[in-house]
């Protein structure tokens, strides 16, 4: 099945990606060179501040918590994937319930209302990578869009 | 598919993945995982599903062609808004980072070599080939995520009007 292998693919890149980022810390000792290659390939998207950033060894890893979590969030997504077969498509409202927590904490961040935690940004992230992660699972996992629809549409269509 | 349609819709997703990853300020909404490029990849393909001439299912095929081409068209108009804002406000960047490690607790000795290194490069001249290599690569794969994202709400708001 096409979809899939892409979805496959997806999972191993998502998993080469993990591994790096938290390879650095480890690698800072042994392989410097290769640790920081790896930390500018992962800098390119993430502001890699280290007082942001969870630690391994008493080194930062590659990304910050947000990112960190995001990233997780998605491993756990398409592992639910792998496990379940398919996943279907939630009510909008609770995208959005999810997404607006690091929206929040971002800008009251911003403003200087208060200063978030690390366990702030780690569950915030985490519940963005959920949303975006699944809804990107949802999109990659079938062409015949039968899971967009409602559980007695999408019989419907099947048995038609 | 059609070719023009797929140009016209990344020219608008990738002005706005453009504005929102070079702009001053606004930029800072990348900080939450790239959310600007994802957004212009995601306005790509709900402006290419606004010019069909009749509601028609996106496919994911169009889906991926649409944010790659939007990723594209993106990383070069970045390019030339990050010139733009270069001539107006000079390393702009470097400065905001400056202020922000000066106003924190603990920051190490390499982060100041890094900004040192960076302000050095700059000096040098906009250097725009790296800037241009670094958005052709991180561009398109985010605006792939948004436009695959934008897919599903695309393809719902379809289902459901039917």
Redesign the interface.
Same mark, same amino acid.
């Given at each position: 099945m096409v979809q899939k292998k892409r979805i496959i693919i997806v999972f191993a890149v998502l998993n080469l990606w993990i591994i790096g980022f938290t390879s650095v810390p480890l690698l800072k000792t042994t392989a410097p060179t290769l640790a920081n290659s790896i930390s500018d390939v992962v800098g390119r998207t993430c502001h890699q501040i280290p007082n942001r950033s969870l630690y391994i060894d008493g080194s930062p890893i590659a990304v910050c918590a947000r990112c960190t979590a995001v990233y997780i969030a998605g491993w756990v997504v398409l592992i639910l994937y792998f496990l379940r077969g398919k996943i279907r498509l939630f009510p909008g409202y609770l995208y959005l319930l999810c997404t607006a927590p690091m929206i929040l904490d971002f800008i009251l961040e911003k403003m200087s209302i208060y200063h978030n935690l690390t366990a702030v940004r780690l569950i915030t992230g985490g519940l963005f990578g959920l949303t975006l992660f699944h809804l990107m699972i949802v999109s990659m996992q079938s062409d015949d869009d039968v899971s967009l629809h409602s559980r007695g549409q999408a019989w419907k269509i099947k048995e038609s | 598919m059609e070719n023009q349609r797929i140009i016209s819709a990344a020219i608008i997703g990738g002005i706005t993945a453009a504005v929102l990853t070079t702009m001053p300020v606004i930029n %800072?909404i990348n900080?939450?995982?790239?959310i600007g490029v994802?957004f212009g990849g995601a306005i790509g393909l709900f402006y290419y599903a606004r010019l069909s001439p009749e509601p028609e299912?996106i496919?994911?095929p169009t889906?991926l062609t649409v944010g790659i081409v939007t990723g594209l068209f993106g990383a070069f108009f970045a390019v030339a808004l990050e010139w733009i804002f270069y001539e107006m406000f000079g390393p702009w960047q470097i400065e905001f980072a400056r202020d %922000?490690a000066e106003n924190?607790?603990?920051v190490?000795a390499y982060?100041e070599d890094i900004l040192d290194e960076l302000e050095n490069q700059i000096a040098s001249g906009f250097n725009w080939g790296s800037i241009l290599l670094?958005n052709l690569?991180?561009l398109p794969v985010f605006c792939l995520?948004g436009a695959?994202?934008a897919?599903?709400?695309i393809?719902?708001n379809l289902?459901e009007k039917q």
């Amino acid at each position: 099945m096409v979809q899939k292998k892409r979805i496959i693919i997806v999972f191993a890149v998502l998993n080469l990606w993990i591994i790096g980022f938290t390879s650095v810390p480890l690698l800072k000792t042994t392989a410097p060179t290769l640790a920081n290659s790896i930390s500018d390939v992962v800098g390119r998207t993430c502001h890699q501040i280290p007082n942001r950033s969870l630690y391994i060894d008493g080194s930062p890893i590659a990304v910050c918590a947000r990112c960190t979590a995001v990233y997780i969030a998605g491993w756990v997504v398409l592992i639910l994937y792998f496990l379940r077969g398919k996943i279907r498509l939630f009510p909008g409202y609770l995208y959005l319930l999810c997404t607006a927590p690091m929206i929040l904490d971002f800008i009251l961040e911003k403003m200087s209302i208060y200063h978030n935690l690390t366990a702030v940004r780690l569950i915030t992230g985490g519940l963005f990578g959920l949303t975006l992660f699944h809804l990107m699972i949802v999109s990659m996992q079938s062409d015949d869009d039968v899971s967009l629809h409602s559980r007695g549409q999408a019989w419907k269509i099947k048995e038609s | 598919m059609e070719n023009q349609r797929i140009i016209s819709a990344a020219i608008i997703g990738g002005i706005t993945a453009a504005v929102l990853t070079t702009m001053p300020v606004i930029n %800072l909404i990348n900080c939450l995982c790239c959310i600007g490029v994802i957004f212009g990849g995601a306005i790509g393909l709900f402006y290419y599903a606004r010019l069909s001439p009749e509601p028609e299912v996106i496919t994911q095929p169009t889906a991926l062609t649409v944010g790659i081409v939007t990723g594209l068209f993106g990383a070069f108009f970045a390019v030339a808004l990050e010139w733009i804002f270069y001539e107006m406000f000079g390393p702009w960047q470097i400065e905001f980072a400056r202020d %922000l490690a000066e106003n924190m607790d603990d920051v190490p000795a390499y982060v100041e070599d890094i900004l040192d290194e960076l302000e050095n490069q700059i000096a040098s001249g906009f250097n725009w080939g790296s800037i241009l290599l670094e958005n052709l690569i991180i561009l398109p794969v985010f605006c792939l995520v948004g436009a695959m994202i934008a897919r599903v709400f695309i393809n719902r708001n379809l289902i459901e009007k039917q």
